[in-house]
């Protein structure tokens, strides 16, 4: 029998509450002139739950309700005339408080007192120059952009990514996608951006996003961003999460006990299943990247597979490697066979071929469960791949990467990656249990069978570009049999248009009019952005 654990003390927030992260602890009040309210519009309970308790562990009073002797309300992507409209409609509407950005929060926590308040941590009015000439224009859709690996903002983008990231991993996905969409835009533009002016009209450019934006270009940086990457919650975050078969679920739990590394995970005894073990035991390894030399080394053994136990079968390389970048997390393959039904129980024969020759470290085999139905999918479009997936840590032995790099590269570039495996490479050289160096890595693996019928679809939906990692505690969990596909944004936009602007469902499976009461069928991806009036974009301009 579990013995309950003992309850924690939390004191009331109207009288000045004090409370510690620890039961029965209680953080003195530092500050007693300085009564901080935290306005949740936009910011979401989880994220204000997680600030107010992070600014009274800090000594600040924190209150829970707005009241008359709230000092500071802090706000997060809200203008003034919205901030002032809400406590308009709360007791006694009129109040003295400072209306101040999330900014001045992150900052005053920073230095563990209240920090001077400037002109920048002010609540901004929205001001519209109808005057000004727009710098940039483009569309609101990201189908509809073309964007290339070259990025003229990569310091704005990352900025804004890594919000992204941190808003996702605290399970607000919302906030994410609104960080990603503006990154999105800004990885589109033509040139750098160096004034905020620029951007004026752009579409999914909030005021969160522009402060931020506003920040770097005023100061360098963004405070709340760096604020973000020293976080220690963030950053146990991205260790627990950098295992496979961890997500942030997991990694929540893990910290509430007390684990924020991999040492600690280790002497924690906790119980893990056998994704997270595999992914404990080859971390460094999965975190590296992979470069497309390794990515075609494994290519061409999952081909020789295939082709093994169903010849006449295609392997297609997808995700980011598709769109051509030269390096990724992992390595997707796309699989089918010319006719229709041939690929049913490929997936097995493929992954025993691969396990008989020593290659997988690990795997885990779903089914597929679409099924087509004669009133088109659910409404809103399910947006879950069903198709039969192998996860998987592959081993690539030195001799099979080297031989792909020979082939592939000129002299010149196998220089360039050897320099580039150098220069990511974040410690010593893993050696085998009997001494020496070893001569394999762990790389990871996903393979997809889809039927010829819906290949065009699957290969439009698994090329990206990818918005972020997957939740891997849905994907590997027993039973979970499929993915979502919210990670990826250009598809995600398409499914937006689709819904929005055509009255029709798509998915990783088929496209349905719903006007028409019928499933619109296609043989490459040309024809689905026929069918949706697109402009046809190729992979290597999907990089949103």
């Known amino acids: 029998m579990v013995p309950l654990k003992r309850r924690k003390v939390v004191s009331s927030g109207a009288a000045g509450d004090t409370g510690s992260d620890r039961p029965g602890e209680e953080v003195p009040t530092r500050f007693p002139q300085v009564v901080l309210f935290l306005l949740e519009r936009r910011m979401g309970a989880s994220r204000r739950a997680f600030l107010s308790q992070l600014g009274r562990k800090k000594g600040f009073q924190v209150e829970e309700l707005f009241s008359e002797r709230v000092t500071h309300v802090i706000c997060e992507n809200n203008c003034g005339d919205e901030v002032r409209t809400w406590l308009r409609s709360q007791v006694g509407a009129r109040t003295s408080a400072q209306l101040l950005d999330i900014s001045w929060f992150t900052e005053s926590m920073r230095a563990g007192r209240p920090v001077e308040i400037l002109d920048r941590h002010k609540v901004q009015e929205q001001q519209i120059d109808e005057a000004e000439v727009m710098a940039f224009s483009v569309p609101s859709y990201a189908c509809l952009?073309?964007?290339?690996?070259?990025?003229?903002?990569?310091?704005?983008?990352?900025?804004?990514?890594?919000?992204?990231?941190?808003?996702?991993?605290?399970?607000?996905?919302?906030?994410?996608?609104?960080?990603?969409?503006?990154?999105?835009?800004?990885?589109?533009?033509?040139?750098?951006?160096?004034?905020?002016?620029?951007?004026?009209?752009?579409?999914?450019?909030?005021?969160?996003?522009l402060r931020v934006i506003r920040d770097i270009l005023e100061n360098g940086a963004s405070s709340e961003v760096e604020f973000t990457k020293q976080s220690e919650r963030f950053k146990a975050l991205k260790v627990l999460t950098g295992i496979f078969g961890v997500g942030a679920k997991t990694a929540e739990r893990w910290i509430r006990d007390g684990i924020h590394s991999l040492h600690q995970l280790q002497e924690s005894g906790q119980t893990l299943n056998r994704a997270q073990r595999a992914g404990l035991e080859h971390y460094d390894d999965l975190k590296q990247p992979v470069t497309k030399a390794e990515a075609d080394a494994i290519g061409e053994i999952v081909e020789k597979a295939v082709v093994s136990v169903l010849p006449g079968a295609q392997i297609t390389l997808i995700g980011g490697f598709r769109r051509g970048k030269l390096t990724g997390h992992d390595v997707d393959f796309l699989i089918t066979h010319p006719e229709e039904g041939r690929e049913v129980g490929l997936m097995p024969k493929v992954v025993s071929w691969l396990e008989s020759q020593g290659f997988l470290l690990y795997q885990k085999t779903t089914r597929n469960s679409y099924l087509e139905a004669k009133d088109g999918p659910a409404r809103p479009a399910s947006n879950i791949d069903r198709f039969e997936r192998c996860f998987s840590i592959f081993k690539l032995a030195d001799e099979e990467k080297r031989g792909a790099e020979e082939t592939e590269n000129p002299p010149e570039d196998r220089c360039r990656l050897a320099a580039h495996s150098q220069a990511t490479d974040e410690g010593p050289q893993p050696t085998e249990a009997a001494g020496g160096p070893r001569r394999w890595r762990a790389v990871r693996v996903d393979l997809v069978v889809s039927p010829i019928s819906q290949f065009a679809f699957a290969l439009l939906g698994w090329t990206g570009s990818k918005e972020a990692a997957v939740h891997q505690d849905q994907i590997l969990r027993p039973s979970a049999v499929s993915l979502t596909n919210k990670a990826r944004l250009f598809e995600r936009e398409l499914r937006r248009w689709a819904g929005h602007e055509k009255a029709m469902s798509l998915s990783s499976h088929a496209l349905y009019d719903n006007k028409q009461g019928r499933y619109l069928r296609a043989t490459s991806e040309e024809e689905i952005f026929t069918h949706l009036g697109l402009e046809y974009i190729p992979p290597s301009e999907r990089n949103a």
């Open 145 to 209: 952009r073309r964007t290339t690996l070259d990025n003229h903002n990569p310091i704005l983008t990352d900025a804004l990514s890594l919000l992204a990231e941190n808003a996702e991993l605290s399970d607000e996905d919302g906030r994410g996608v609104a960080f990603r969409r503006a990154a999105a835009v800004l990885k589109a533009l033509p040139e750098t951006v160096t004034a905020v002016t620029q951007l004026r009209g752009l579409p999914c450019l909030g005021g969160h996003s």
